[in-house]
């Protein structure tokens, strides 16, 4: 969308304004800094506190006086969020790698493909967006104990790894892909998996890595399914860690902040370097999805 | 045998080779289980005991049960707080932010930020806000002005909005991007026609871009309500000390299903209150797509 930008704005305000107008700009550009200031607070105090000694936790002040990394050091060496940490990387990547290769898979499937079945399967797999998660977590539950998959990485991914959402996105997005591509493929002589892999993958890529956000970002924050899979401290992800660290009863609020920045600093870091494309990839992943 | 086969014929037996392992994800890890929730509701099921039909004895507990419809109560406030500011919000923010180019990627990407973050992290964060002096933020800034203090997550008036700013908050961004992008789809030539004639700022906003934005306000408005009325990380992690509390003022739908099934060990009963959450969402959605795709 930061393509469209200009000439939307061009359009907009592209004569030069009136003077009254210029003033118009300036308390609402004010305005707009201000509220978007107020949104970013509630993280900057969370970094801030994370940088305090104990003593200053409690002043308002933003910028800490004395900055430390003692606490970092102290949660670090503590040892278990570094599992935590460990853990969810894996399970949000491996949950992110199956679902770019299922969804695109079942999404090219039901996009190029005519055969008995398509319309069946498309409409059952959609329906399942409309099942709520909170419904399944009970069957999911009696499930993963009948098989002995409590508390295991397989237990905590197996829910997740396609998605309804993404293999409707991706569908959409295979529908860009010209036919002739694909026949040219098939006179070639690649077999139908090269088609998919070789052809149109390379051409749905920005809706690959619009798929991968939202799949890693929800993976990476997930709380429910997590919370009631685990058990062991060892299996815990970062949220359902950080939810236990911060109910002990002598945990001081600073190292509270500290658990939650080691959570949320990985996601703002990403997002700080491809912002552009991340926004992008959430309008689209929003509007066709 | 498969060189034999037309060309047609062919792409069945492909289209069917790569559909075989998600046909079995979605019937065993989707389907199933939903039909399996719906029937354990209508079982006794302690977990550790015996599996007894049970009829509709765990919906009547449910309809009986006062619990419930506190829970019911406030998963609609959630809904019908949170939607509505949420949605204003984003419109007036996406509306005014539309018309800035001067740091214009530097504002958004302020307004976005939260979005990235993670739920149960930024809980805790406004769980230290919302602390009696001296140890919580708002507090201590009220303190500072000579305010008396406000009881946050202990009132039981003020906890439920106090759990909710945070869940408004995060999906902010969101909902500003989404608005952002739909006001930029508006074909500039309403607006030209528009300046011709000389109409005012309010009307153009009232007959060009509400009516037009139409569709992305019907995405907002159902995407958003869903999310509210599965409300579940915020509440816990701001009420861990008494889940839900005080005295059930804070608890949605989501967390009474989470208590009755993995605190209770009652899967019947929880199952019949994840069936009426299923209608719930059914029902409002399509309400809402009803009321807003009409006229």
Same mark, same amino acid.
């Given at each position: 969308?930061?393509?469209?930008?200009?000439?939307?704005?061009?359009?907009?305000?592209?004569?030069?304004?009136?003077?009254?107008?210029?003033?118009?700009?300036?308390?609402?550009?004010?305005?707009?800094?201000?509220?978007?200031?107020?949104?970013?607070?509630?993280?900057?105090?969370?970094?801030?506190?994370?940088?305090?000694?104990?003593?200053?936790?409690?002043?308002?002040?933003?910028?800490?006086?004395?900055?430390?990394?003692?606490?970092?050091?102290?949660?670090?060496?503590?040892?278990?969020?570094?599992?935590?940490?460990?853990?969810?990387?894996?399970?949000?990547?491996?949950?992110?790698?199956?679902?770019?290769?299922?969804?695109?898979?079942?999404?090219?499937?039901?996009?190029?493909?005519?055969?008995?079945?398509?319309?069946?399967?498309?409409?059952?797999?959609?329906?399942?967006? !409309?099942? %709520?998660?909170? =419904?399944?977590?009970?069957?999911?539950? *009696? #499930?993963? +104990?009948? @098989?002995?998959?409590?508390?295991?990485?397989?237990?905590? !991914?197996? %829910?997740?790894? =396609?998605?309804?959402?993404?293999?409707? *996105? #991706?569908? +959409?997005? @295979?529908?860009?892909?010209?036919?002739?591509?694909?026949?040219?493929?098939?006179?070639?002589?690649?077999?139908?998996?090269?088609?998919?892999?070789?052809?149109?993958?390379?051409?749905?890529?920005?809706?690959?890595?619009?798929?991968?956000?939202?799949?890693?970002?929800?993976?990476?924050?997930?709380?429910?399914?997590?919370?009631?899979?685990?058990?062991?401290?060892?299996?815990?992800?970062?949220?359902?860690?950080?939810?236990?660290?911060?109910?002990?009863?002598?945990?001081?609020?600073?190292?509270?902040?500290?658990?939650?920045?080691?959570?949320?600093?990985?996601?703002?870091?990403?997002?700080?370097?491809?912002?552009?494309?991340?926004?992008?990839?959430?309008?689209?992943?929003?509007?066709?999805? | 045998?498969?060189?034999?086969?037309?060309?047609?014929?062919?792409?069945?037996?492909?289209?069917?080779?790569?559909?075989?392992?998600?046909?079995?994800?979605?019937?065993?890890?989707?389907?199933?289980?939903?039909?399996?929730?719906?029937?354990?509701?209508?079982?006794?099921?302690?977990?550790?005991?015996?599996?007894?039909?049970?009829?509709?004895?765990?919906?009547?507990?449910?309809?009986?049960?006062?619990?419930?419809?506190?829970?019911?109560?406030?998963?609609?406030?959630?809904?019908?707080?949170?939607?509505?500011?949420?949605?204003?919000?984003?419109?007036?923010?996406?509306?005014?932010?539309?018309?800035?180019?001067?740091?214009?990627?530097?504002?958004?990407?302020?307004?976005?930020?939260?979005?990235?973050?993670?739920?149960?992290?930024?809980?805790?964060?406004?769980?230290?806000?919302?602390?009696?002096?001296?140890?919580?933020?708002?507090?201590?800034?009220?303190?500072?002005?000579?305010?008396?203090?406000?009881?946050?997550?202990?009132?039981?008036?003020?906890?439920?909005?106090?759990?909710?700013?945070?869940?408004?908050?995060?999906?902010?961004?969101?909902?500003?991007?989404?608005?952002?992008?739909?006001?930029?789809?508006?074909?500039?030539?309403?607006?030209?026609?528009?300046?011709?004639?000389?109409?005012?700022?309010?009307?153009?906003?009232?007959?060009?871009?509400?009516?037009?934005?139409?569709?992305?306000?019907?995405?907002?408005?159902?995407?958003?309500?869903?999310?509210?009325?599965?409300?579940?990380?915020?509440?816990?992690?701001?009420?861990?000390?008494?889940?839900?509390?005080?005295?059930?003022?804070?608890?949605?739908?989501?967390?009474?299903?989470?208590?009755?099934?993995?605190?209770?060990?009652?899967?019947?009963?929880?199952?019949?209150?994840?069936?009426?959450?299923?209608?719930?969402?059914?029902?409002?959605?399509?309400?809402?797509?009803?009321?807003?795709?009409?006229?």
């Amino acid at each position: 969308m930061t393509d469209i930008a200009p000439t939307a704005d061009a359009l907009l305000m592209a004569k030069p304004a009136p003077r009254s107008r210029n003033m118009g700009q300036i308390i609402r550009w004010l305005l707009l800094f201000i509220g978007g200031i107020i949104m970013v607070m509630p993280i900057a105090y969370m970094i801030s506190t994370s940088l305090k000694w104990p003593h200053e936790v409690y002043n308002v002040n933003l910028i800490p006086e004395d900055p430390t990394t003692e606490n970092y050091t102290y949660v670090l060496e503590d040892g278990r969020f570094y599992w935590w940490f460990v853990n969810s990387v894996i399970i949000a990547t491996i949950t992110t790698i199956c679902n770019l290769l299922f969804d695109s898979l079942v999404g090219y499937t039901l996009c190029k493909f005519r055969f008995p079945g398509r319309t069946i399967v498309f409409i059952a797999i959609l329906s399942t967006l !409309m099942i %709520p998660t909170e =419904m399944l977590v009970i069957p999911w539950y *009696l #499930m993963s +104990q009948s @098989f002995g998959w409590l508390d295991s990485y397989w237990g905590i !991914m197996f %829910p997740g790894l =396609m998605t309804a959402f993404g293999t409707f *996105l #991706m569908k +959409q997005f @295979f529908e860009s892909v010209p036919d002739d591509f694909i026949e040219a493929a098939r006179i070639d002589g690649l077999n139908e998996l090269q088609i998919w892999w070789t052809v149109a993958m390379p051409l749905v890529k920005p809706a690959l890595a619009a798929l991968a956000i939202f799949v890693f970002l929800g993976n990476w924050t997930a709380f429910l399914w997590p919370l009631i899979v685990t058990n062991s401290v060892d299996m815990y992800t970062i949220p359902v860690g950080l939810s236990g660290f911060g109910d002990e009863a002598d945990v001081a609020w600073e190292l509270i902040m500290t658990g939650a920045a080691i959570s949320t600093i990985p996601t703002l870091v990403v997002f700080l370097i491809f912002q552009r494309f991340i926004i992008r990839g959430v309008v689209m992943a929003g509007l066709k999805g | 045998m498969y060189r034999n086969l037309t060309i047609r014929q062919k792409q069945i037996v492909w289209a069917w080779a790569f559909l075989a392992l998600p046909v079995l994800f979605y019937t065993v890890i989707r389907f199933y289980p939903t039909g399996n929730a719906i029937l354990i509701s209508f079982q006794d099921w302690n977990l550790l005991g015996s599996r007894t039909w049970a009829g509709l004895e765990n919906y009547e507990k449910l309809w009986n049960d006062p619990v419930f419809w506190k829970v019911f109560q406030n998963t609609f406030v959630y809904l019908l707080l949170g939607t509505p500011i949420s949605l204003v919000l984003s419109f007036v923010i996406a509306y005014h932010l539309d018309r800035l180019r001067f740091m214009h990627g530097f504002l958004r990407m302020l307004y976005f930020l939260p979005f990235m973050t993670s739920a149960v992290a930024m809980a805790w964060v406004w769980r230290w806000f919302y602390q009696d002096v001296p140890i919580g933020l708002f507090n201590n800034i009220l303190a500072g002005f000579g305010i008396p203090q406000i009881a946050f997550l202990q009132s039981t008036t003020n906890a439920l909005p106090a759990v909710l700013a945070p869940a408004v908050w995060a999906g902010l961004g969101f909902q500003v991007i989404i608005f952002m992008a739909g006001l930029r789809a508006i074909p500039t030539s309403y607006y030209e026609a528009a300046k011709i004639d000389g109409v005012g700022w309010f009307t153009v906003l009232t007959q060009i871009t509400i009516p037009l934005l139409r569709p992305t306000i019907v995405f907002i408005v159902v995407f958003s309500s869903i999310g509210f009325l599965r409300i579940f990380d915020h509440v816990f992690n701001m009420t861990t000390n008494n889940p839900g509390g005080p005295l059930n003022a804070t608890k949605p739908l989501v967390l009474m299903i989470y208590d009755t099934a993995f605190n209770g060990f009652d899967m019947g009963y929880a199952a019949a209150q994840t069936v009426v959450l299923f209608v719930i969402l059914l029902i409002v959605s399509l309400i809402q797509l009803r009321l807003l795709r009409s006229n």
